[in-house]
Each structure stands twice: as C-alpha cells, then as structure tokens.
C-alpha cells in the first residue's frame, strides 16, 4: 500500500526567508507525486506535479520541488517566501491507470505560517 | 475551463438522516474522484469513476455510501443513516485521460448533529 508522511505538521518562517516542506512517500513502483495548497475556506490547488525526466519541477507561485528517489523523497522548496503563503500544503502519491490517475494517496498535510 | 462545481456548499442534518452531494466536472473529463477531509487531515480517497463505471472503492467506503455517474457528467454521492463521525468536508476532483492531473471543487462540508 502506498503511503505519504510529511514530518512537519507546523512550519514557521519569516517572511523573506526560505521554505522547505519534507515529504516522503512510499510506494512500490514509479510513483506520480504532487503538491497541493489549500487555504482556509479554499479548495486544494496544484502546485507542482512530477511524473518523470527532469527530477527538479518547477510550479506555480515560485515553489520547486525535487524528486529524490533514492531517499523517498518530494521536497518542496521556496527561495523566498511571502505572507500570502500562509496556508496547508498537502503532498499526494498517486499511480496511472489506464491513461489516467487513479485515486491520490495524500499526506495529513504542513501548515504554514508566516511571520511579519 | 468552469472549475469543478459542488453542491451543497454546506449541509447540517441530524443522526439518522440521508443526504446527498453532487459534483459537476470539468467539462469532457472523463474521471471524478470523491474524497473525504476531516479536521486537520489530509483528504482520504473514497471512490472514482471513468465516465460511467466506478472503477475503484476505498475501503472507507462503507455499506452507507453509495455514488453514482449515470450519464458520464455529474456525480452524486448519497451517505444514508448518517453518524456523526461521516462530518467531515466531502472533495470531488476530475481529470481526462490526456493530463493525469485531478481539480478538485471547494468541498461540501457535512455536520451531522
């Protein structure tokens, strides 16, 4: 069975200052991992999304998240953050199926808050 | 694209009762996922289809849940005898078969008193 752990359940940052939010997954073949935000009262929205090549993805808002396969690993990064930011960040393991995805695998989620 | 549509937005009803949540798609996609979202959890996968078929159930999907997707488009998820631990927000997502990736709709958040 498939599994996502985000080790973090609160991160504080300054505002400006860099952010890393750990995931690691576990899944017994090719995983498709994904990040997800979701602000209070907001619906999830896709961040970033790997499937394969290039193990450094680029998103929407300026995240970045690396696939390290060797360590389980989907980390998501941002050089600098901002106060809109602040909000749950959900990792997701997934598989294809048939042409498509079937059913995600979420982790319990980081939230994030900004400080002045 | 119209995003993913949900309805209700919210739903109160009390121990014992049935409801039902419909999720309109993005248009032309061909899968809807239903999940559950409860208080300071990453939300749990329940159930999809591939146009009409239901192609997976989670085992969280108990005898209680039934969804459906009779003509492809819309879907209803019905929970009957409610209990209080089924209050939880309910996601619906969609997604085609070209791009893997599921839009999820704002959620139907259930309180059952």
């Known amino acids: 069975a498939q599994s996502v752990t985000q080790p973090d359940i609160h991160i504080t940052v300054s505002e400006g200052a860099s952010l890393e939010l750990r995931c690691n997954y576990s899944?017994?073949?090719?995983?498709?991992l994904f990040w997800y935000v979701q602000s209070p009262g907001q619906g999830l929205q896709l961040l970033l999304k790997?499937?394969?090549?290039?193990?450094l993805v680029q998103g929407i808002k300026g995240f970045e998240a690396e696939f390290k396969r060797s360590q389980s690993s989907f980390n998501l990064r941002k050089p600098s953050v901002h106060w809109s930011d602040a909000a749950e960040y959900f990792c997701a393991v997934g598989r294809l199926s048939g042409g498509g995805a079937d059913g995600l695998t979420f982790g319990k989620g980081t939230h994030l808050i900004i400080q002045p | 694209d119209t995003g993913v549509s949900q309805d209700p937005r919210h739903k109160i009803t009390k121990r014992g009762q049935n409801v039902t949540f419909r999720c309109d798609p993005i248009s032309e996609h061909n899968r809807l996922y239903w999940y559950r979202q409860t208080l300071g959890q990453g939300p749990e996968f329940l159930t999809y289809?591939?146009?009409?078929?239901?192609?997976?159930k989670s085992r969280l999907l108990s005898d209680r849940f039934s969804a459906e997707r009779p003509k492809g488009s819309f879907s209803t998820l019905e929970i009957q005898r409610t209990e209080q631990g089924d209050s939880a927000m309910y996601l619906c997502a969609s997604s085609s078969l070209v791009r893997e990736t599921q839009y999820f709709g704002p959620g139907t958040r259930l309180l059952v008193l």
């Open positions: 790997y499937f394969s090549g290039d193990t």
């Open positions: 899944y017994g073949a090719t995983p498709y």
């Open positions: 289809f591939q146009n009409e078929a239901q192609l997976e």
